[in-house]
């Protein structure tokens, strides 16, 4: 069965810092790849997606990912984070045969500090 | 153009009581979807449907029941809410399959106290 990890439950980072999100997933093959965001009291809104081609995708907000097939890997990416990026955020793979669910990760909660 | 909407965003029941939650979306999609969210599980998916007469189980169905009797509307039933069901529950959807655009698109959840 597919599955999604993300393996920091929360970060911390300063504003202007960098910051990169990590995703692994499990699958059979590449799925489609998908990073959603969620603000407090929000629903989820997308970020960006990966289905083909370029394995380095640009997204809203300032955010890209790079998708790395030999590591089953799709981190978040962003160069200088704003206060308003604090949100949790959510990776998620969908099969690229079948319908189309996702699976979503359990989340990472990003916390901007002054 | 509304996307996908939600009804009621927040609702207070007692165990054993019943509801309906509706979710309705405005952009033809064929796919729609109910998930649950909780506290450091991320969203589970409960049921959803790829098309209009048509309903699905995802991985956490039990406790629920769902209709889609319009192709624009999703509707999730309670028929004996338990505190276990208290949740944020959100509706999605999505184009048909074999389409490039599968990104799914969210409401703004609906909020569950069940006491």
């Known amino acids: 069965a597919q599955s999604v990890t993300q393996p920091d439950i929360h970060i911390t980072v300063s504003e202007g810092a960098s910051l990169e999100l990590r995703c692994n997933y499990s699958?059979?093959?590449?799925?489609?790849l998908f990073w959603y965001v969620q603000s407090p009291g929000q629903g989820l809104q997308l970020l960006l997606k990966?289905?083909?081609?370029?394995?380095l995708v640009q997204g809203i907000k300032g955010f890209e990912a790079e998708f790395k097939r030999s590591q089953s890997s799709f981190n978040l990416r962003k160069p200088s984070v704003h206060w308003s990026d604090a949100a949790e955020y959510f990776c998620?793979?969908?099969?690229?045969?079948?319908?189309?669910?996702?699976?979503f990760g359990k989340g990472t909660m990003l916390l901007v500090s002054p | 153009n509304a996307g996908v909407t939600q009804t009621p965003k927040f609702r207070v029941l007692k165990t054993g009581q019943s509801m309906t939650l509706l979710c309705a979306q405005d952009?033809?999609?064929?796919?729609m979807y109910w998930y649950r969210q909780d506290p450091g599980m991320g969203l589970r998916l409960i049921h959803y449907?790829?098309?209009?007469?048509?309903?699905a189980k995802g991985e956490v169905p039990d406790g629920y029941n769902v209709s889609r009797l319009k192709k624009q509307n999703f509707l999730l039933g309670l028929e004996s809410a338990a505190p276990s069901q208290t949740s944020v529950y959100f509706c999605?959807?999505?184009?048909?399959?074999?389409?490039?655009?599968?990104?799914?698109?969210f409401g703004p959840g609906t909020r569950l106290l069940v006491l």
């Open positions: 699958y059979g093959a590449t799925p489609y």
């Open positions: 952009m033809n999609h064929e796919y």
């Open positions: 990966y289905f083909s081609g370029d394995t």
């Open positions: 449907s790829v098309g209009e007469g048509t309903t």
């Open positions: 999605a959807s999505s184009y048909s399959f074999g389409r490039r655009d599968e990104t799914q698109y």
């Open positions: 998620a793979v969908a099969p690229r045969e079948g319908y189309s669910t996702l699976t």
